[in-house]
């Protein structure tokens, strides 16, 4: 167990000064609910929020927790809020839970939105530019 005999195959997995471990574990970052952060916040993997942020985001995917409060734009591949967001959201994958609430215009791919979830805002599907800036009335 604690021999310094050679493991087969270690060599292949020894790792010169700079360079990174491709097979490592994906990451995620936390920010608690005690936690207020002024400014962007970038991350190349997944970030779940329970704080309060006062910035825009970008990163791989975002989980927001009920109590967390987004004050800024939300650019991320995936996203699953369930918090208060004031800002623009552009996700390819969203879900927006029923505690969320979100006060902005949401760009997506794909959208699931539970019962009971509040918008506040303009739902565009596709990443690109909206054509038409005219919201749709669906009430007639």
Do not use: W
Not at 90 to 113: C, F, M, N, P
Request: hydrophobic share 40%.
């Amino acid at each position: 167990m604690f021999s310094k005999k050679p493991v087969p195959g270690m060599d292949t997995l020894s790792r010169t000064a700079g360079q990174t471990n491709t097979m490592a574990a994906p990451t995620f970052s936390v920010l608690g609910a005690d936690l207020a952060v002024k400014g962007d916040i970038t991350a190349s993997a997944e970030l779940h929020i329970d704080g309060h942020v006062e910035g825009d985001i970008t990163c791989s995917g975002l989980v927001q927790g009920e109590s967390s409060e987004i004050h800024g734009a939300i650019r991320a591949q995936t996203a699953r809020l369930a918090g208060k967001v004031r800002g623009g959201i552009e996700v390819s994958q969203l879900v927006v839970l029923k505690t969320a609430r979100i006060h902005g215009d949401v760009k997506y791919d794909a959208l699931t939105i539970e019962q009971g979830a509040h918008i506040d805002g303009r739902l565009s599907h596709g990443l690109e530019p909206v054509e038409n800036d005219t919201p749709l009335d669906l009430v007639s």
